[in-house]
C-alpha cells in the first residue's frame, strides 16, 4: 500500500510553528509513505498537485497534514475523486487547530505534528474503499393527526401530487382548532377558515384520511417506512351513509360530548360536531344501549336498537370490526398536538370542584354560537348569564411546582381574545384577567391587547390568583394580589376562566419510543436542531410540526407544517437516497446473538437473522443507522465494526504511538 | 536529586480520544481562539463517545502510552442521542477495573467537553499533562 | 434425593426433556451426569461435593430440550443467558436444588466454599421445580460481602500491581477459566482471533495482563459469583477477587447485581441519566 | 403498633386535653405512644427566624431521644411540632452539608433513622380507616364538622409529603369514620395568625372571623382541628371577634382526637371537653352525644 502525505504550511499558520520540513523527512522515512509540503494545500494548485502525485505515484491513500477536518475534509474528499480514489481513502491529520496555533514549543509542536501524521498514517493503512448506500424511495406520505397542521401538511403535499395518508384518532378530523370560537388577533371564525381545509383535504384523490384509527406499529426507515394502522370500528358503515343525521337524532341515550368538552350532551351515535369530515356518525359502544346488553348477556338479541330500524341506508353495521391497514411510505409527518392542562392539580382553584370555574376550552365552546349554549355566555351550574367574570391566566404554565415550568405561548393571546368576546357578547360585562407578564410576541398582536384594555375595558391586574372559592350565595370569590398597586383583590365573580396550559398528548411518549425521536423532559418531540433544522427528527425521514413539538398557534403551526411538507418534496424529489457509509456492519460469523448491541441501538437499528443453522445473529438495518459506533463497544466479541471507524484502526493509531 | 531531575524532564506522551460533533471541535475552537497548553496530547478522531470501547484503554496503557483521555459530549447533548451515557457507564466500570489491577488513576481519564469549551478543554489537557507528569513513565509492560 | 430421582424419570418418561443434567458419584468423585432414560435416572445425587455450575453444559444443548439440576447461584446464570437471548426458557426445565452451601475443593479441611460464604439464593429466583433440603439449614456468614475487595482497594496502587503482576506471571493461558465460564459462551473468543488483536496471544506481563482484564471486563453486570473460573484455574490465580470487585462496583454505582431477572436490561448497556449524573463529579472532569 | 411520642410543650400546658384525648383515643385503639425521654422544644417559630442550625438541631436532639423508646417512628399531635421535626428530617437525608453541622451540634450521629408522623396519618394510613370505623361505638350521626387544617400540617408539600397542600382531605376521612359529615368549604388551609395572636392581635381577630365565617355559611356546626394553635386561636379569641365583628359565633372548636373519644364512648371529662373557652358542652348534650 502506497501512502502520501501533503503537509501543508498554510501559509504561516503552520510553519511558523511547526517545522515542516522535519515532519516530511520524518514521515518520509516510513515504509510506503511518499510525503511533501505545499503552501496552500487546499488551493487549486496545491489539489492538483495531489492530483497529479495519485496518479504519477500511484498512491493507494492520502493524508493531508493541514487544517481540521471540520473545515476542509469533504474539499479532499472530491480531490480524491477527482485523482480516481475512493473518497474515504483520506485521512487528516489536524495540525493547524489543534497544533501550531496552540502551541508555541517549535520542537515540541513539530514533534506531535509527526505524531499526528503518523498516527493518520496508521489508520489509512487499514483503511478500506466506502461506498455511500443507495435507498429507493416510497413516495407517499403518512400524516399522524388530523389538526390543522397535519391538514396542511397533506394539503401541501397532495397538491405537489404526492399520495399522503392522515391518520387521526377522533372519528373527525380538524383538532382542536374545531373547538375554538374566533382566531386572534383578527378574529375571523375558526370554523369558517379550518373548515374549506378539511374539505380540500377531504376532497384530494391524493389524501386518503383514516379516522377514528391509530397507527399501531412504525417500522422501516428513511423512504421505507412500514405502518400498521388499525382503523376502529364505527359501527357505521361509511360507503352507506349519507349523513342524513337520522340515527343521531332518534338515539335515545344522552351523554356529555367531549367536543363540547362536557358542557353539551351529544348521543350515543354521534358525529362530534356539525361540520365534521367525514361526516359519519360513530358509535360510542361503551354508552350504547344495544352494546350494552350485548355485554350484559351476549346469548341476547341486543336491546334499543333504534338507529339500526331508521337509518334509510341500512348503514349501521353492530358486528363490524376493527380494521388493520399495512401501509408502506417514504416519510412520515408526526402532527400528534396537545393536550389542554388538567386543572385537577390546583386545589386553590377547586381542583374541579367548581362548575363555574371553567377551562379556556370550555370558555371557547360557551362564546360559540354553534355551542352547548348558541353562543351565550351561560355559567354552568345555574344557566344564569355571567356577568362578572374572572380570567387567571398560567394555569398550568410557568409554574414549577405543578411540572410546567414552560410557557405556553398562546395563552395571553387567547384569553385577550375571549375577554373581547366576552364584551362583544355582553357590553357591560365586567372582565378581569389576572396575569404574570403578557406575551404579545406576534404580528398585531401587541396591538390586540391594547385593543382589548383600551376599546374594551377589560381590566388586567398583574398578579396571580391565590385562592378561588364559593361563597353562600353562589358567587365565586377570587382572591388574588395586584402587585402593581402592592394589594390584595378580592372579585365576587359568576364564573371564572383558567387560561390552562398546553401539555404534551398523552400518546407522545408511545409514539416517539415507536418512530424513534426524542422527547424533552415536558415531553414534547424534540426537532433536530433547535433552530436550524426545526421541523426534522434525529430520524431520518420523520418530521414533525404542530404543538406536538411545543405550544404554538394557528399561524406557527401552519408554518411549521409547510415546512415539514417541503421537507418531505424534497426526499420525494429524489428517485434515491444515499446514505453516509459510516455504518455498522456485523460479522455474522462470529456474533453470538446476545444482542446486547441492539440493547444500546439509540435508532433500533439492529434486527435479528436466522442464519442456514438456525443461530440468530445481529444485522444492521444499514438505513436506520447513523454510524455513532455505540453497538462496537458494546459487543464482547467484536463482531460488530464500525467502517470507516474499525476496531483495528484505532488500535493501529494507539500503537502507532510507541 | 538526579531523579528528580529525570522526572521533571520527562515528556508523558497521551492520547485523546474525542467525539467529533462535541469535543473534537471544543479542541478546535481553542485552535481559533489560540489557547495555549501542553503539547503532549495526541488527539484521535471518533463518531461518538458510545465508540470508545474501554479495551481502548488498556490498549493504549499494554502499548505503553502514558495517560488517555476520552471526552464527548455532556450528558443530553449527545449527538447520537444517548451515546455518552452508555459510554458513561461503560468507562466507570473499566476505569474501576484497571486501577483495582494497580494501575494509576491519572492515567484513565474522561471529560465532557462542548464544541463551546475551548477553554475548558485547554484546562483539561493542561491538567492531565500535569498529573500524568506526577505520576511518571508508564513502564509496567515495557 | 428421591424427589430429585423421581422428578427426573418423570420428566423423561413423559418426554418433557432429552436429556437431565445433573450429578452423579463414580468412585467417590462428583461428576455431572448426562441421563437420558428414565432407568438411568437413579444414579442422581445432590450433595454439598456438588459443586459444578451445569449450566455451562447448555453450551451444548441450546437448542435441545434439557432439564438442569442447578443450585440457587447456578441459576442465576439461566437469567443471564435468557437476558441474552442464548436460550428459549421453554427449552430447559430447571430443577432447582435448596442448597445450604457447597464444599471448598481446594481446601483440606471440609469447609464451606468462599462464595457460599455470603450466599443469598439457596433457593434458585428461576425455576420450574424445587427440591427441599434436607437436614439443618445453616445460614450463611453474615457481615461484609465485599470486605477482602474493600482491603485491598485501600492498598497503595503499586502494591495492588505488584500482587497482580505476580498472580498474572503464573497463567499458563490455558484458558480453563473462560472453558468452565456459563457466561463465556462465545463462537470464537476474542482472544484468539488478530484482527482487530485486542489480547497479546503470548503468556507476557502485558498478554496475561490484557487477557484478564478482558475476561473480567466481559463478566461485568453477567458474573453471577458462582465461582467456577476460580476454581478450575490450575494455577491458582484468584480471579474472583476481580469478578467480585466488579460485582461490587455495579451494585453501588448501579444498583444492580446480575442474573436476578431474564427481562432487564443488563445494567452496562442500560443508563438513567438522573442517577448516572452523580458518577461525573468524582470520575468524569 | 408502637410509636415514640413528642407531645410538645402546649400539649403539656394549655393545650392538655389535646394530649389526653391522643391518649385516651390511642390506648382505646391498641397504638401504644412511648413518650420520648427528655425532649425538647422543638424550635417552633424563634428558632429558625435566629438561627438555621439551632432551629434543626433542636428537633434532631429529640428524634435520637426517640430511638430509646425502640420506636422507628416518631407520632406528633401538634402541627407546629410536626412541621419542624419533619423538617429537620428532611435536611438531614438530603442535604449532607446541613446534615454534618446539625450533627456536630448535637454531638451525635442522627442519619434520619426515625420516621416522623402526625397522628391523622398514624389514624389514616397505619391503623386504617376501616379498622378505625370499626371501634366506633356511638355514631355521631348529625354532627355537621368543619375540618380545619391550618397551614402548617400541609405546607411545604416537597417537604411535608401530607396531603394535597390547598384541598386535603384526611381528617375528613378520620372525622366521618365517626358517621359525622364534614362540610367541604374553602378555609381548610387558611392562615389563622398563628403566634400573633398576642403581638398582633388585631390580625388574628380579622382571620378568625374569616374562618369562622366560611365554617358557619358552609353549615358546620363546629370546627375540627389538629393543631393546638389554631385551637387557641379561634377558641379563645372569639369572643372577641364577636364583639369586634358584632358577630354571634358560638362555634366550638374541637380536636379531632376528641371527635373520635366521643365516638368510642370515651367520658367527656376525659377527653378534656370541659377544658374549651366556647364550651361545647350545651352543643353535644343538644345533639345527644353526651348526657
Same mark, same amino acid.
Given at each position: 500500500?502506497k501512502?502520501?502525505?501533503?503537509?501543508c504550511?498554510?501559509?504561516t499558520?503552520?510553519?511558523?510553528?511547526?517545522?515542516?520540513?522535519?515532519v516530511?523527512?520524518?514521515l518520509?522515512?516510513?515504509?510506503?509513505?511518499?510525503?511533501?509540503?505545499?503552501?496552500?494545500?487546499?488551493s487549486?494548485?496545491?489539489q492538483?498537485m495531489?492530483?497529479s502525485?495519485i496518479k504519477?505515484?500511484?498512491?493507494?491513500?492520502?493524508?493531508v497534514a493541514?487544517c481540521s477536518?471540520?473545515?476542509?475534509?469533504?474539499?479532499?474528499r472530491?480531490?480524491?475523486?477527482?485523482g480516481?480514489l475512493n473518497?474515504?481513502m483520506?485521512e487528516i491529520?489536524n495540525i493547524?487547530?489543534q497544533?501550531s496555533?496552540?502551541h508555541?514549543?517549535?520542537d515540541?509542536?513539530?514533534?506531535?505534528?509527526?505524531?499526528?501524521?503518523?498516527?493518520?498514517?496508521?489508520?489509512?493503512?487499514?483503511n478500506q474503499?466506502l461506498?455511500?448506500?443507495?435507498?429507493?424511495?416510497?413516495?407517499s406520505c403518512?400524516?399522524?393527526?388530523?389538526?390543522?397542521?397535519?391538514?396542511?401538511?397533506a394539503?401541501?403535499?397532495s397538491?405537489?401530487g404526492?399520495?399522503t395518508?392522515i391518520?387521526?384518532k377522533e372519528p373527525s378530523?380538524?383538532?382542536k382548532?374545531?373547538?375554538?370560537?374566533?382566531?386572534f388577533?383578527?378574529?375571523d371564525?375558526?370554523?369558517c377558515i379550518?373548515?374549506?381545509?378539511?374539505v380540500?383535504?377531504s376532497?384530494?384523490k391524493?389524501?386518503k384520511?383514516?379516522t377514528?384509527?391509530e397507527?399501531e406499529?412504525i417500522?422501516?426507515?428513511v423512504?421505507?417506512f412500514n405502518?400498521?394502522?388499525?382503523?376502529k370500528?364505527?359501527?357505521?358503515?361509511?360507503e352507506k351513509?349519507?349523513?342524513?343525521?337520522i340515527?343521531w337524532?332518534?338515539?335515545p341515550?344522552k351523554?356529555?360530548s367531549? #367536543?363540547?368538552?362536557?358542557?353539551?350532551p351529544?348521543?350515543?351515535?354521534y358525529v362530534?360536531?356539525?361540520?365534521a369530515?367525514p361526516?359519519?356518525p360513530v358509535?360510542?359502544?361503551v354508552?350504547c344501549t344495544?352494546?350494552?346488553?350485548?355485554?350484559q348477556n351476549p346469548?341476547?338479541?341486543?336491546l334499543?336498537?333504534i338507529?339500526?330500524?331508521?337509518c334509510p341506508?341500512?348503514a349501521?353495521?353492530?358486528?363490524?370490526?376493527?380494521?388493520i391497514?399495512?401501509e408502506?411510505?417514504?416519510?412520515?409527518?408526526v402532527?400528534t398536538g396537545?393536550?389542554?392542562?388538567?386543572?385537577?392539580?390546583?386545589?386553590?382553584y377547586?381542583?374541579?370542584?367548581y362548575?363555574?370555574?371553567?377551562?379556556?376550552?370550555?370558555?371557547e365552546r360557551l362564546?360559540?354560537?354553534s355551542?352547548?349554549?348558541?353562543?351565550?355566555?351561560?355559567?354552568?351550574?345555574d344557566?344564569k348569564?355571567?356577568r362578572?367574570?374572572?380570567?387567571?391566566?398560567c394555569v398550568?404554565?410557568?409554574d414549577e411546582?405543578?411540572g410546567?415550568?414552560?410557557c405556553s405561548?398562546?395563552?395571553c393571546?387567547y384569553?385577550?381574545k375571549?375577554a373581547?368576546l366576552?364584551k362583544?357578547?355582553?357590553?357591560?360585562?365586567?372582565?378581569?384577567v389576572?396575569?404574570i407578564?403578557i406575551r404579545?410576541?406576534?404580528?398585531n398582536y401587541?396591538?390586540?391587547?391594547e385593543?382589548?384594555?383600551?376599546?374594551?375595558?377589560v381590566?388586567?391586574l398583574?398578579g396571580?390568583?391565590?385562592k378561588?372559592?364559593?361563597t353562600?350565595?353562589?358567587?365565586l370569590?377570587?382572591?388574588?394580589a395586584?402587585?402593581?398597586?402592592?394589594?390584595?383583590?378580592?372579585?365576587?365573580?359568576?364564573?371564572?376562566v383558567?387560561?390552562?396550559?398546553?401539555?404534551?398528548?398523552?400518546?407522545t411518549?408511545?409514539?416517539?419510543?415507536?418512530?424513534?425521536?426524542?422527547?424533552d423532559?415536558?415531553?414534547?418531540?424534540?426537532?433536530?436542531?433547535?433552530?436550524?433544522a426545526?421541523?426534522e427528527?434525529?430520524?431520518?425521514?420523520v418530521?414533525?410540526c404542530?404543538?406536538c413539538?411545543f405550544?404554538?398557534?394557528?399561524?406557527?403551526s401552519?408554518?411549521?407544517?409547510?415546512?415539514?411538507?417541503?421537507?418531505?418534496?424534497?426526499?420525494?424529489?429524489?428517485?434515491?437516497?444515499?446514505?453516509e457509509?459510516v455504518l455498522?456492519?456485523?460479522?455474522?460469523?462470529i456474533?453470538?446473538?446476545?444482542?446486547h448491541?441492539?440493547?444500546?441501538?439509540?435508532?433500533n437499528?439492529?434486527d435479528?437473522?436466522i442464519l442456514?443453522d438456525?443461530?440468530v445473529?445481529?444485522r444492521?438495518?444499514?438505513?436506520?443507522?447513523?454510524?455513532?459506533?455505540?453497538?462496537?463497544?458494546?459487543?464482547?466479541?467484536?463482531a460488530?465494526?464500525l467502517k470507516?471507524?474499525?476496531n483495528?484502526q484505532?488500535l493501529e493509531?494507539?500503537q502507532s504511538l510507541r | 536529586?538526579?531523579?528528580?531531575k529525570e522526572k521533571?524532564?520527562?515528556e508523558?506522551r497521551?492520547?485523546?480520544?474525542?467525539?467529533?460533533?462535541?469535543s473534537?471541535?471544543?479542541?478546535?475552537?481553542a485552535?481559533?481562539?489560540?489557547?495555549k497548553?501542553?503539547?503532549?496530547?495526541?488527539?484521535?478522531?471518533?463518531p461518538?463517545?458510545a465508540?470508545m470501547s474501554?479495551l481502548?484503554l488498556m490498549?493504549g496503557l499494554?502499548?505503553d502510552?502514558?495517560?488517555?483521555?476520552?471526552?464527548g459530549c455532556h450528558p443530553g447533548?449527545c449527538h447520537?442521542?444517548?451515546?455518552n451515557?452508555?459510554?458513561?457507564?461503560? #468507562?466507570?466500570?473499566?476505569k474501576?477495573?484497571?486501577?483495582f489491577?494497580?494501575?494509576?488513576?491519572?492515567?484513565i481519564?474522561?471529560?465532557?467537553?462542548?464544541?463551546s469549551?475551548d477553554k475548558k478543554?485547554a484546562?483539561?489537557v493542561?491538567?492531565v499533562?500535569i498529573?500524568v507528569?506526577k505520576?511518571g513513565p508508564?513502564n509496567?509492560?515495557k | 434425593?428421591?424427589?430429585l430421582i423421581?422428578?427426573a424419570k418423570?420428566?423423561?418418561k413423559e418426554?418433557?426433556?432429552?436429556?437431565v443434567?445433573?450429578?452423579?458419584?463414580?468412585?467417590?468423585?462428583?461428576?455431572?451426569?448426562?441421563?437420558d432414560?428414565?432407568?438411568?435416572?437413579?444414579?442422581?445425587?445432590?450433595?454439598k461435593?456438588c459443586?459444578?455450575?451445569?449450566a455451562n453444559?447448555?453450551k451444548?444443548?441450546?437448542?435441545?430440550?434439557?432439564a438442569l439440576v442447578l443450585k440457587?447461584?447456578?441459576?442465576?446464570?439461566?437469567?443471564?443467558?435468557?437476558q441474552?437471548?442464548?436460550?428459549?426458557r421453554?427449552?430447559?426445565f430447571i430443577?432447582g436444588?435448596?442448597?445450604?452451601?457447597?464444599?471448598?475443593?481446594?481446601?483440606?479441611?471440609a469447609g464451606l466454599?468462599?462464595?457460599?460464604g455470603?450466599?443469598?439464593?439457596?433457593?434458585p429466583?428461576?425455576?420450574?421445580?424445587?427440591?427441599?433440603?434436607q437436614?439443618?439449614k445453616?445460614e450463611s456468614?453474615q457481615?461484609?460481602?465485599?470486605?477482602?475487595?474493600?482491603?485491598?482497594?485501600k492498598?497503595?496502587?503499586?502494591e495492588r500491581?505488584?500482587f497482580?503482576k505476580?498472580?498474572?506471571?503464573?497463567?499458563?493461558?490455558?484458558?480453563a477459566?473462560r472453558e468452565?465460564c456459563?457466561?463465556?459462551?462465545?463462537?470464537?473468543?476474542?482472544v484468539e482471533r488478530n484482527?482487530?488483536?485486542?489480547?497479546?496471544?503470548?503468556p507476557s506481563?502485558?498478554?496475561?495482563?490484557?487477557?484478564?482484564?478482558?475476561?473480567?471486563f466481559?463478566?461485568?453486570g453477567r458474573?453471577?459469583?458462582?465461582?467456577?473460573?476460580?476454581?478450575a484455574?490450575?494455577?491458582?490465580i484468584?480471579l474472583m477477587?476481580l469478578?467480585?470487585?466488579?460485582?461490587?462496583?455495579m451494585k453501588?454505582?448501579?444498583?444492580?447485581?446480575a442474573?436476578?431477572?431474564?427481562?432487564v436490561?443488563?445494567?452496562?448497556?442500560?443508563?438513567y441519566?438522573?442517577?448516572d449524573i452523580?458518577?461525573?463529579?468524582?470520575m468524569?472532569r | 403498633m408502637?410509636?415514640?411520642?413528642?407531645?410538645?410543650?402546649?400539649?403539656?400546658?394549655t393545650?392538655r386535653e389535646?394530649?389526653m384525648?391522643?391518649?385516651e383515643v390511642?390506648t382505646?385503639l391498641?397504638?401504644?405512644?412511648i413518650e420520648?425521654?427528655?425532649?425538647?422544644c422543638?424550635g417552633?417559630t424563634?428558632?429558625?427566624?435566629t438561627?438555621?442550625?439551632?432551629?434543626?438541631?433542636?428537633?434532631?436532639?429529640?428524634?435520637i431521644?426517640?430511638?430509646?423508646?425502640g420506636a422507628d417512628?416518631m407520632a406528633v399531635?401538634?402541627?407546629a411540632?410536626?412541621?419542624r421535626?419533619?423538617?429537620?428530617?428532611?435536611h438531614?437525608?438530603?442535604d449532607p452539608g446541613k446534615k454534618?453541622k446539625?450533627?456536630r451540634a448535637?454531638g451525635?450521629?442522627?442519619n434520619?433513622e426515625?420516621a416522623?408522623?402526625?397522628?391523622?396519618?398514624?389514624?389514616?394510613?397505619?391503623?386504617?380507616?376501616?379498622?378505625?370505623?370499626?371501634?366506633?361505638?356511638a355514631?355521631?350521626?348529625?354532627?355537621?364538622?368543619?375540618c380545619?387544617y391550618?397551614?402548617?400540617l400541609v405546607?411545604p408539600?416537597k417537604?411535608m409529603? #401530607?396531603?394535597?397542600?390547598e384541598?386535603?382531605?384526611?381528617?375528613d376521612a378520620?372525622?366521618?369514620t365517626t358517621g359525622a359529615?364534614?362540610?367541604?368549604?374553602?378555609g381548610?388551609?387558611e392562615c389563622?395568625g398563628a403566634?400573633?395572636s398576642?403581638?398582633?392581635?388585631?390580625?388574628?381577630?380579622?382571620?378568625?372571623r374569616?374562618i369562622?365565617q366560611?365554617?358557619s355559611d358552609?353549615?358546620?356546626?363546629c370546627?375540627?382541628?389538629?393543631?393546638?394553635?389554631c385551637?387557641s386561636?379561634?377558641d379563645?379569641r372569639?369572643?372577641e371577634?364577636n364583639?369586634?365583628?358584632?358577630?354571634k359565633f358560638?362555634?366550638?372548636?374541637l380536636?379531632f382526637?376528641q371527635i373520635?373519644?366521643?365516638?368510642?364512648?370515651?367520658?367527656?371529662?376525659k377527653?378534656g371537653?370541659d377544658?374549651h373557652?366556647?364550651?361545647p358542652?350545651? #352543643?353535644?348534650?343538644?345533639k345527644n352525644?353526651?348526657k
Amino acid at each position: 500500500m502506497k501512502i502520501g502525505v501533503f503537509v501543508c504550511h498554510c501559509g504561516t499558520n503552520i510553519s511558523a510553528v511547526i517545522d515542516v520540513q522535519k515532519v516530511v523527512n520524518d514521515l518520509a522515512k516510513m515504509p510506503g509513505v511518499f510525503a511533501m509540503d505545499y503552501k496552500f494545500m487546499c488551493s487549486d494548485p496545491g489539489q492538483n498537485m495531489i492530483i497529479s502525485e495519485i496518479k504519477q505515484k500511484k498512491l493507494d491513500a492520502v493524508i493531508v497534514a493541514a487544517c481540521s477536518p471540520c473545515l476542509h475534509e469533504l474539499t479532499f474528499r472530491n480531490t480524491l475523486i477527482r485523482g480516481g480514489l475512493n473518497p474515504y481513502m483520506l485521512e487528516i491529520a489536524n495540525i493547524r487547530e489543534q497544533d501550531s496555533w496552540v502551541h508555541t514549543d517549535r520542537d515540541k509542536a513539530t514533534e506531535k505534528a509527526v505524531r499526528l501524521a503518523k498516527m493518520a498514517v496508521a489508520k489509512a493503512k487499514r483503511n478500506q474503499p466506502l461506498f455511500p448506500q443507495e435507498v429507493s424511495v416510497e413516495k407517499s406520505c403518512l400524516v399522524i393527526g388530523g389538526g390543522i397542521a397535519g391538514i396542511q401538511a397533506a394539503i401541501d403535499i397532495s397538491s405537489a401530487g404526492y399520495q399522503t395518508v392522515i391518520v387521526e384518532k377522533e372519528p373527525s378530523i380538524g383538532g382542536k382548532m374545531a373547538m375554538f370560537d374566533k382566531t386572534f388577533p383578527t378574529l375571523d371564525c375558526s370554523a369558517c377558515i379550518l373548515t374549506p381545509k378539511m374539505v380540500q383535504a377531504s376532497q384530494s384523490k391524493k389524501v386518503k384520511i383514516y379516522t377514528y384509527s391509530e397507527v399501531e406499529e412504525i417500522g422501516g426507515y428513511v423512504g421505507n417506512f412500514n405502518a400498521r394502522i388499525r382503523v376502529k370500528a364505527r359501527s357505521v358503515n361509511m360507503e352507506k351513509c349519507t349523513g342524513c343525521g337520522i340515527c343521531w337524532q332518534k338515539c335515545p341515550v344522552k351523554v356529555n360530548s367531549e #367536543f363540547e368538552q362536557n358542557l353539551g350532551p351529544r348521543k350515543a351515535v354521534y358525529v362530534p360536531f356539525a361540520q365534521a369530515v367525514p361526516n359519519v356518525p360513530v358509535i360510542d359502544c361503551v354508552n350504547c344501549t344495544y352494546y350494552r346488553s350485548k355485554r350484559q348477556n351476549p346469548e341476547s338479541k341486543g336491546l334499543c336498537r333504534i338507529c339500526e330500524k331508521f337509518c334509510p341506508a341500512g348503514a349501521i353495521e353492530f358486528d363490524q370490526k376493527d380494521k388493520i391497514i399495512e401501509e408502506k411510505f417514504g416519510a412520515v409527518i408526526v402532527a400528534t398536538g396537545f393536550s389542554a392542562f388538567d386543572h385537577k392539580v390546583y386545589g386553590e382553584y377547586g381542583a374541579g370542584r367548581y362548575k363555574d370555574v371553567v377551562t379556556a376550552l370550555q370558555f371557547e365552546r360557551l362564546l360559540n354560537s354553534s355551542g352547548p349554549t348558541q353562543g351565550k355566555i351561560l355559567r354552568p351550574s345555574d344557566s344564569k348569564e355571567a356577568r362578572t367574570i374572572v380570567f387567571v391566566q398560567c394555569v398550568g404554565s410557568r409554574d414549577e411546582s405543578k411540572g410546567v415550568p414552560y410557557c405556553s405561548r398562546v395563552c395571553c393571546m387567547y384569553t385577550a381574545k375571549q375577554a373581547l368576546l366576552l364584551k362583544e357578547h355582553i357590553p357591560d360585562a365586567n372582565a378581569y384577567v389576572f396575569y404574570i407578564d403578557i406575551r404579545a410576541a406576534g404580528k398585531n398582536y401587541e396591538e390586540f391587547i391594547e385593543r382589548v384594555q383600551d376599546e374594551y375595558g377589560v381590566l388586567y391586574l398583574r398578579g396571580r390568583v391565590s385562592k378561588i372559592y364559593r361563597t353562600g350565595d353562589g358567587a365565586l370569590l377570587v382572591r388574588g394580589a395586584d402587585t402593581l398597586s402592592g394589594t390584595q383583590v378580592e372579585i365576587s365573580a359568576d364564573m371564572v376562566v383558567l387560561a390552562t396550559g398546553l401539555v404534551s398528548n398523552p400518546e407522545t411518549v408511545k409514539l416517539g419510543q415507536m418512530i424513534g425521536i426524542p422527547y424533552d423532559k415536558n415531553r414534547f418531540f424534540t426537532e433536530s436542531h433547535p433552530k436550524l433544522a426545526p421541523a426534522e427528527t434525529q430520524t431520518a425521514g420523520v418530521f414533525i410540526c404542530g404543538a406536538c413539538q411545543f405550544p404554538k398557534d394557528i399561524p406557527d403551526s401552519v408554518a411549521q407544517a409547510g415546512a415539514a411538507a417541503s421537507k418531505v418534496l424534497g426526499l420525494f424529489s429524489q428517485e434515491h437516497l444515499m446514505l453516509e457509509p459510516v455504518l455498522a456492519c456485523v460479522n455474522q460469523k462470529i456474533c453470538n446473538g446476545c444482542f446486547h448491541c441492539r440493547a444500546v441501538c439509540p435508532y433500533n437499528a439492529i434486527d435479528e437473522e436466522i442464519l442456514k443453522d438456525k443461530s440468530v445473529v445481529a444485522r444492521v438495518i444499514e438505513s436506520k443507522c447513523h454510524g455513532c459506533g455505540n453497538c462496537i463497544s458494546a459487543c464482547p466479541v467484536s463482531a460488530v465494526d464500525l467502517k470507516g471507524y474499525t476496531n483495528e484502526q484505532i488500535l493501529e493509531q494507539l500503537q502507532s504511538l510507541r | 536529586m538526579e531523579e528528580k531531575k529525570e522526572k521533571n524532564g520527562f515528556e508523558p506522551r497521551l492520547v485523546g480520544i474525542l467525539c467529533r460533533w462535541c469535543s473534537y471541535q471544543g479542541a478546535d475552537l481553542a485552535g481559533t481562539s489560540r489557547l495555549k497548553y501542553e503539547p503532549n496530547m495526541t488527539v484521535l478522531r471518533v463518531p461518538c463517545s458510545a465508540r470508545m470501547s474501554p479495551l481502548f484503554l488498556m490498549k493504549g496503557l499494554t502499548s505503553d502510552i502514558d495517560g488517555i483521555l476520552f471526552s464527548g459530549c455532556h450528558p443530553g447533548d449527545c449527538h447520537y442521542i444517548s451515546g455518552n451515557m452508555n459510554a458513561r457507564r461503560r #468507562f466507570v466500570i473499566f476505569k474501576k477495573l484497571l486501577e483495582f489491577a494497580g494501575m494509576e488513576p491519572e492515567r484513565i481519564q474522561m471529560s465532557w467537553c462542548s464544541a463551546s469549551e475551548d477553554k475548558k478543554w485547554a484546562d483539561i489537557v493542561d491538567s492531565v499533562t500535569i498529573e500524568v507528569k506526577k505520576t511518571g513513565p508508564n513502564n509496567k509492560f515495557k | 434425593m428421591k424427589e430429585l430421582i423421581d422428578k427426573a424419570k418423570e420428566l423423561l418418561k413423559e418426554k418433557k426433556v432429552e436429556t437431565v443434567i445433573g450429578y452423579r458419584e463414580i468412585r467417590g468423585c462428583v461428576v455431572p451426569a448426562y441421563v437420558d432414560s428414565p432407568c438411568d435416572a437413579d444414579c442422581l445425587i445432590f450433595d454439598k461435593r456438588c459443586v459444578y455450575n451445569l449450566a455451562n453444559y447448555l453450551k451444548w444443548f441450546k437448542n435441545k430440550n434439557v432439564a438442569l439440576v442447578l443450585k440457587g447461584c447456578d441459576a442465576k446464570s439461566i437469567n443471564v443467558w435468557l437476558q441474552e437471548f442464548q436460550i428459549k426458557r421453554e427449552n430447559i426445565f430447571i430443577i432447582g436444588v435448596e442448597c445450604y452451601g457447597v464444599m471448598n475443593e481446594k481446601s483440606a479441611d471440609a469447609g464451606l466454599s468462599d462464595k457460599c460464604g455470603h450466599c443469598e439464593a439457596h433457593v434458585p429466583n428461576i425455576y420450574d421445580a424445587v427440591i427441599k433440603h434436607q437436614g439443618d439449614k445453616k445460614e450463611s456468614v453474615q457481615g461484609e460481602p465485599f470486605k477482602d475487595i474493600q482491603e485491598f482497594e485501600k492498598l497503595p496502587h503499586d502494591e495492588r500491581w505488584d500482587f497482580w503482576k505476580k498472580q498474572f506471571e503464573k497463567c499458563i493461558k490455558c484458558y480453563a477459566c473462560r472453558e468452565i465460564c456459563p457466561m463465556c459462551y462465545c463462537k470464537e473468543c476474542i482472544v484468539e482471533r488478530n484482527i482487530p488483536q485486542w489480547i497479546m496471544s503470548s503468556p507476557s506481563v502485558k498478554g496475561n495482563f490484557e487477557w484478564n482484564m478482558v475476561r473480567a471486563f466481559h463478566l461485568a453486570g453477567r458474573c453471577v459469583e458462582c465461582g467456577e473460573c476460580e476454581r478450575a484455574c490450575p494455577v491458582n490465580i484468584p480471579l474472583m477477587k476481580l469478578n467480585k470487585k466488579l460485582i461490587k462496583e455495579m451494585k453501588e454505582l448501579f444498583d444492580y447485581s446480575a442474573g436476578q431477572k431474564e427481562d432487564v436490561k443488563s445494567a452496562i448497556d442500560d443508563f438513567y441519566p438522573e442517577k448516572d449524573i452523580k458518577i461525573d463529579d468524582k470520575m468524569i472532569r | 403498633m408502637k410509636y415514640a411520642y413528642y407531645p410538645g410543650c402546649s400539649l403539656h400546658s394549655t393545650s392538655r386535653e389535646y394530649d389526653m384525648s391522643a391518649k385516651e383515643v390511642s390506648t382505646r385503639l391498641g397504638i401504644e405512644l412511648i413518650e420520648a425521654p427528655d425532649w425538647v422544644c422543638c424550635g417552633a417559630t424563634p428558632a429558625h427566624v435566629t438561627m438555621h442550625v439551632l432551629s434543626q438541631a433542636l428537633p434532631v436532639k429529640s428524634l435520637i431521644n426517640a430511638k430509646q423508646t425502640g420506636a422507628d417512628t416518631m407520632a406528633v399531635c401538634c402541627a407546629a411540632c410536626f412541621s419542624r421535626l419533619k423538617i429537620a428530617n428532611y435536611h438531614v437525608l438530603n442535604d449532607p452539608g446541613k446534615k454534618a453541622k446539625i450533627n456536630r451540634a448535637v454531638g451525635a450521629e442522627y442519619n434520619g433513622e426515625v420516621a416522623v408522623k402526625h397522628l391523622l396519618e398514624i389514624l389514616a394510613k397505619d391503623f386504617g380507616l376501616e379498622n378505625l370505623k370499626g371501634k366506633m361505638t356511638a355514631k355521631l350521626d348529625g354532627l355537621k364538622v368543619a375540618c380545619y387544617y391550618g397551614c402548617l400540617l400541609v405546607r411545604p408539600r416537597k417537604i411535608m409529603q #401530607f396531603d394535597d397542600e390547598e384541598n386535603p382531605t384526611i381528617m375528613d376521612a378520620v372525622v366521618e369514620t365517626t358517621g359525622a359529615k364534614t362540610v367541604d368549604w374553602p378555609g381548610k388551609v387558611e392562615c389563622c395568625g398563628a403566634s400573633f395572636s398576642i403581638t398582633k392581635t388585631g390580625v388574628v381577630l380579622r382571620l378568625c372571623r374569616d374562618i369562622l365565617q366560611l365554617a358557619s355559611d358552609a353549615g358546620a356546626e363546629c370546627i375540627a382541628v389538629a393543631c393546638p394553635l389554631c385551637q387557641s386561636n379561634l377558641d379563645l379569641r372569639q369572643p372577641e371577634v364577636n364583639k369586634k365583628y358584632d358577630k354571634k359565633f358560638d362555634m366550638p372548636v374541637l380536636y379531632f382526637t376528641q371527635i373520635l373519644g366521643l365516638a368510642m364512648g370515651i367520658d367527656w371529662k376525659k377527653l378534656g371537653l370541659d377544658k374549651h373557652i366556647v364550651s361545647p358542652l350545651k #352543643f353535644l348534650k343538644g345533639k345527644n352525644i353526651i348526657k
